[in-house]
């Protein structure tokens, strides 16, 4: 089996897993061309993948999957509720800002409509009724990650442009899974397990196929234990690893957007990761990769000596390399 990481952090993530017979894509955060030019540097073929699994809704892990998958025509599999906030996130209706609503109902009591008409349309074009919300499921932890959806690169994808204006939603194939209960996709089993996090229905993954276990666990607020379970006997272990506490602490976020980060349902701290890596890991993983690193509120540095540190005397040349995955560019591909 094989996996590259072809980003990781809050603008964007995306993970290839394959077996000898099967190539998974997990999550689409980047764009379509740019993951497409990615799988490329890491010697991929993207008309060669079999499937998207998405594990939750937020930007950087969605922003290239509805292009990806009706360019290559693969299936999307999605949790249900994931798949429908997604679709939420899709429809232009719902990015209808607080500024743009009042300046909606401006227009219409100037027209000669009953006001009762007027506040019907009102309430069916505000956003999950919040009409402040712009970006009602962008991931907010970084900032600058709120950027638009993907309408762009939409409508220059000119093979099927009017069709996905009408519906920018459609997509050839979409399959449903749950958490806790495994399927197939060619000859890699698939094993969703539940995550906290501020999403949807959010999970993460282990991928087994050929006696090789891979399992990812990132955008997660704590380790509960049905996690740690989950990720019993890995050979690759992808594990969040995104702020040091300190520097979120004393860094730029606004205070709230502090509070998310380091909430139970956030994201995992260097310190949460290391006490994971030292208490409960089994210490079986010939990789360790630390992912989802913060830009703002992490250096690679702190979250490899603490993952070091807690490894410690189990790292040896054929176990337990600590790896870090990055925002930029690739990462090299794993094999075993
Ligand atoms: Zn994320
Ligand atoms: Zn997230």
Redesign the pocket.
């Known amino acids: 089996m094989r996996m590259t990481v072809l980003a990781s952090g809050s603008k964007g993530n995306s993970t290839l897993i394959a077996s000898s017979r099967t190539r998974i894509l997990v999550d689409a955060g980047l764009s379509a061309r740019e993951l497409t030019k990615r799988m490329r540097m890491a010697d991929e073929t993207p008309e060669a993948l079999d499937a998207l699994l998405i594990t939750?809704e937020?930007q950087?892990?969605v922003q290239g999957v509805a292009v990806l998958a009706r360019k290559l025509g693969i299936p999307v599999y999605f949790t249900e509720a994931t798949h429908r906030a997604w679709m939420r996130w899709m429809m232009p209706q719902k990015r209808l800002t607080y500024a743009g609503w009042l300046a909606q109902r401006a227009l219409q009591a100037s027209t000669s409509r009953s006001a009762a008409e007027a506040d019907a349309n009102i309430a069916m074009g505000s956003p999950d009724g919040d009409p402040e919300s712009a970006g009602p499921i962008a991931?907010s932890v970084e900032p600058e990650s709120a950027a638009p959806r993907p309408e762009e690169e939409l409508e220059c994808d000119a093979r099927d442009g009017a069709e996905e204006k009408e519906n920018p939603c459609a997509l050839a194939v979409v399959e449903h899974f749950a958490a806790g209960n495994g399927f197939s996709i060619g000859d890699i089993s698939v094993t969703p397990f539940t995550i906290p996090?501020d999403?949807a229905d959010p999970v993460g993954f282990v991928f087994e196929a050929e006696g090789i276990r891979i399992g990812i666990a990132t955008?997660l607020g704590y380790m509960p234990p049905n996690v740690t379970a989950a990720l019993r006997r890995c050979d690759i272990l992808m594990l969040e690893s995104n702020h040091d506490l300190e520097m979120l602490r004393d860094g730029p976020y606004p205070w709230q957007v502090k509070q998310r980060v380091m909430s139970r349902v956030g994201h995992l701290s260097n310190d949460a990761a290391a006490k994971f890596l030292e208490k409960e890991y089994d210490g079986g993983a010939s990789y360790v990769v630390l992912a989802h690193l913060s830009e703002k509120n992490n250096m690679p540095e702190l979250a490899r000596v603490a993952a070091e540190r807690a490894i410690g005397a189990r790292a040896s040349l054929l176990a337990n390399k600590v790896l870090l995955a990055e925002q930029s560019a690739p990462l090299e591909t794993l094999c075993l």
Do not use: E, F, K
Request: hydrophobic share 10%; no cysteine; glycine share 0%.
């Open positions: 939750h937020h950087d892990h991931d996090h999403a955008d």
